[in-house]
């Protein structure tokens, strides 16, 4: 212990007239409860409980200190998040057709979507909500129900506020034409302005464990880079989904069965969506990669390494090569051929969009007939006796008949628009069975559902 100082000064003298108080007796003593609590404290938990150090602690409370400002002013420079004129049509949207509707639309952000960050999806939602506020418009139009609009932008923020939520109807997302692909006609000095929006629309599904995805570069990138962007590209980790357009099961319906018999629907078709959506991407990247100039210059430059090698010590240094005559008909034979493959392509071209319009036709038709025949089985309790429930075995059978009878048809969509006029005719149960075992029989699908 160290020795005690002496202090170089001393108490003044108290004043005239100065008496000391007399002590007055202590108070009772007594019990209190303390409770910890301010920033000393909320620091010290937060170490704890993060299991940091002081300066690990400070650098992380920096960071979200910097981001939550970067936030805040991206709120204060983009005014016109939200603004976007809204349509009559998306004014009358349905709040329970939620699932159909464009929730960027709704929030104002349909130049933006995928690309929007929380803050601005935060920023045009509290627009929207001070716009639409039912209290607001019951004062301006007098109609204190007016809120179906209000309940849309509702359920807009909730979906796009929800990273799982977004995603998923990310995944789907009608205003994102995956189609939309180069045909392969353009000019060659073109390929890298119409081929890099495709594959920056691709890339956004890339999981972010993957890191980030390469760049499809342009006519001087090295045959490393170009190698590593096919690569990339053919092993595509792709995080979308296509849960958004999952059935929904009702909430007041107790049949368990129903409810696996609709889970198990759902988990095979979003199988089958996320098998054809990876086809897809693959068709992609094969298309590109039979027109990237740049494999065809690496495929010249290999051909003239292996000539040069193979007429190596020959003399001129090259064999003698083919004659005019003979370059002069492979080149008619390959103009012809390029020729007609134009015309081949152009033919084939047109009957696709022919054959496309008439199978969006068919298509939307077909699932209006399957729902009114689907109903009518539904009407006549899956052609059990009164007073019976039909079984949940009962219920998949008949209706997976009907998905095989309808899918067997769907080359023939007056067959299937026949079938539905013949069921509503037929009126009686067992009317609307024969017809169903009839079309079960002719096309041999669907086994003894409607026997």
């Not at 890339?203 to 190698?227: I, M, T, Y």
């Not at 069921?423 to 079309?439: F, N, P, T, Y």
Request: aromatic letters at 6%; glycine letters at 6%.
């Amino acid at each position: 212990m160290s020795a005690p100082q002496q202090l170089p000064f001393a108490l003044g003298a108290a004043p005239s007239g100065f008496k000391a108080a007399a002590p007055s007796a202590l108070s009772a003593p007594g019990s209190s409860t303390l409770l910890p609590a301010g920033a000393a404290y909320a620091a010290h938990l937060r170490r704890s409980l993060n299991q940091l150090s002081f300066a690990a602690d400070d650098e992380a409370e920096h960071a979200r200190l910097d981001a939550e400002a970067a936030l805040g002013d991206d709120e204060e420079i983009v005014d016109d998040i939200g603004d976007e004129q809204e349509s009559a049509q998306l004014l009358k949207s349905d709040p329970k057709e939620w699932k159909s509707q464009d929730h960027y639309a709704v929030l104002g952000l349909s130049a933006l979507r995928w690309k929007a960050t929380p803050a601005q999806i935060k920023l045009a939602h509290r627009k929207k909500v001070l716009k639409h506020h039912p209290d607001k418009k019951a004062g301006s139009s007098g109609l204190a129900n007016d809120d179906s609009f209000f309940k849309c932008v509702a359920k807009a923020h909730d979906v796009l506020s929800n990273p799982e939520r977004r995603r998923q109807f990310d995944s789907v997302d009608e205003a994102i034409d995956d189609e939309k692909v180069p045909s392969g006609k353009e000019p060659e000095s073109k390929f890298f302005d119409l081929w890099a929006p495709v594959f920056a629309r691709e890339a956004r599904f890339s999981e972010p464990k993957n890191g980030p995805v390469p760049e499809l570069g342009d006519v001087n990138s090295p045959r490393e880079h170009v190698d590593r962007f096919y690569d990339f590209f053919y092993g595509f980790d792709s995080w979308r989904s296509f849960e958004y357009l999952d059935k929904d099961t009702s909430e007041g319906d107790e049949n368990r069965d129903h409810k696996r018999y609709i889970e198990k629907k759902n988990k095979t078709e979003r199988a089958r969506r996320k098998k054809e959506d990876n086809a897809r991407l693959r068709q992609l990247v094969d298309k590109a990669l039979s027109l990237d100039p740049r494999i065809k210059m690496f495929k010249q430059q290999e051909k003239a390494a292996r000539d040069a090698k193979k007429n190596k010590g020959k003399p001129n240094g090259a064999a003698a090569g083919p004659s005019e005559a003979e370059k002069k008909a492979k080149a008619e034979a390959e103009a012809k051929a390029k020729a007609d493959a134009a015309k081949q392509e152009e033919d084939d071209k047109a009957a696709r969009a022919d054959a496309k319009k008439a199978r969006e036709a068919a298509k939307k038709n077909l699932k209006k007939h399957k729902k009114t025949i689907r109903d009518l089985i539904t009407t006549h309790n899956y052609f059990q006796p009164a007073g019976t429930a039909a079984s949940a075995s009962v219920i998949e059978a008949q209706l997976n008949a009907l998905d095989a009878i309808t899918a067997a048809m769907a080359e023939e969509p007056e067959k299937v628009a026949a079938l539905r006029h013949a069921a509503e005719k037929a009126g009686s149960a067992d009317g609307v069975k024969a017809a169903l075992h009839a079309a079960a029989s002719e096309k041999g699908v669907g086994g003894d559902a409607f026997a």
